[in-house]
């Protein structure tokens, strides 16, 4: 494309000067996605998706390295048809937590002190993923340890002792803890605190307001919240209505889901159907984790194939079901598997996983042919341009972030930019169901 000296000039002057106009314009070139009778539609258009979890992309944009980093992701994940991708929006705390390093940086260090520098990261993701009219689906906080999330809020309110916190956790442990961060008024009082200068906030680069910024397509209550104890439920669920109706009365544009796993997560499908039910829920997800679910446990995979397909299909069509009854869209937000033989090299195959996505992919595909109410589908995760140390097993402050949080092996379910074959699978997916 040829382009006069004059026109360069007039377009590097409004780009220096005037950044607000130049976003502001791309940003109306794309609308808000709406959901409604179990279907995501944009403009009154079908939207279905396949995309990818790049959680760790809103912190990126904290040093310039990482600015280019992303710029270099999302033109690779632009290229091959990804344009939906689940972020996190915030992480809690420092230093050790159940064992190992936690994701840092954090945007809320110390109690009640918050580094602004990670919202102007977030700014620049927002930006960046609107120019290429993507997606983005935030999530406000996190069940599991790796970014702090519930455990963190507990510990500032004096129900987690820094002791105990900074050991390894028995899974009883776990679950006995977190459980009790529904029934914290003054824990739930500070996320939602965060989650208010979240939703609204106004873009520093773009002068937009989050709320009314098209390329985020929904917020997310919290990565994976579970009751962990059935006792804990009857505040689960008031925490899920009170935390989702907020996000209502303060963003009237976008969409709200809970980011659980299903009824898996949620101590039984009533409890699962009955916080769907919801006028202030919008949309379902949930996740499958043949690993951490036992579905295998040798390495190869391939022996155990038959019994994750099978489980794998029951879990989403039991979901599917009841959200076709309810009436409202649902996203395979979660799903991955190791490389081969379990290895962590970037130099192993993937063959057992990318026939698992394929496998994924056909259901999203069959559903959407037959009208159902399955629209996206979300692997985890990216691992783009960054690169495991193999120093030790487990991240290290310092190093590359992957799509593997800190608590597991870096490599585990990451997928590379050097995983050809995969892109090629996802890329090729993604033309069918466009």
């Not at 028995?170 to 605190?193: A, H, L, N, V």
């Not at 209505?241 to 209502?248: G, N, V």
Request: net charge positive.
């Amino acid at each position: 494309m040829i382009v006069h000296k004059n026109a360069m000039a007039r377009k590097f002057f409004l780009i220096l000067f005037l950044p607000t106009v130049v976003f502001s314009a791309q940003a109306q070139q794309s609308s808000f996605v709406k959901a409604h009778d179990g279907k995501f539609t944009i403009e009154g258009k079908p939207y279905r998706f396949i995309g990818a979890n790049y959680w760790f992309a809103g912190i990126l944009g904290t040093t310039e390295a990482g600015k280019a980093r992303i710029v270099k992701e999302l033109d690779f994940l632009i290229a091959h048809g990804v344009d939906n991708l689940r972020v996190m929006a915030v992480a809690e705390g420092s230093g050790l937590i159940s064992g190992v390093e936690r994701v840092q940086p954090a945007f809320q260090q110390e109690k009640g002190k918050y580094d602004t520098t990670l919202l102007k990261a977030l700014d620049f993701l927002l930006a960046e993923m609107s120019r290429r009219h993507m997606k983005a689906v935030l999530y406000l906080s996190n069940n599991w340890e790796w970014s702090g999330g519930f455990l963190q809020y507990l510990n500032w309110n004096g129900l987690l002792p820094d002791s105990v916190m900074r050991r390894k956790l028995t899974w009883d442990e776990q679950r006995d803890y977190t459980s009790k961060f529904y029934g914290c008024k003054p824990c739930i009082e500070q996320q939602k605190k965060v989650l208010q200068m979240i939703v609204q906030r106004t873009n520093s680069i773009t002068g937009q307001k989050y709320a009314d910024d098209p390329s985020i397509m929904s917020w997310e209550l919290a990565n994976e919240p579970r009751p962990m104890r059935p006792g804990a439920y009857r505040e689960y669920q008031h925490w899920i209505f009170s935390t989702s109706e907020l996000i209502k009365t303060l963003d009237k544009n976008h969409l709200v889901t809970t980011g659980m796993e299903g009824d898996i997560g949620t101590e039984g499908m009533a409890n699962f159907i009955a916080l769907h039910d919801s006028k202030y829920i919008d949309y379902a997800t949930i996740h499958i984790w043949p690993k951490n679910w036992g579905w295998f446990s040798d390495t190869s995979i391939t022996k155990s194939r038959d019994t994750i397909y099978k489980n794998s299909r029951n879990f989403i069509d039991r979901h599917e079901a009841v959200m076709r009854k309810i009436k409202k869209p649902m996203v395979i937000e979660e799903f991955g598997l190791p490389r081969d033989q379990h290895s962590f090299l970037l130099t192993s195959t993937t063959n057992s996983r990318d026939q698992y996505y394929a496998f994924i992919f056909d259901q999203l595909l069959e559903n959407i042919k037959k009208g159902g109410v399955i629209q996206g589908a979300n692997f985890w995760a990216l691992g783009g341009a960054g690169r495991p140390s193999y120093k030790q097993p487990l991240w290290q402050k310092g190093e590359d972030l992957l799509g593997d949080p800190p608590m597991e092996e870096q490599g585990l379910n990451a997928v590379f930019d050097t995983d050809e074959s995969t892109w090629k699978l996802i890329a090729d997916y993604i033309k069918k169901i466009k």
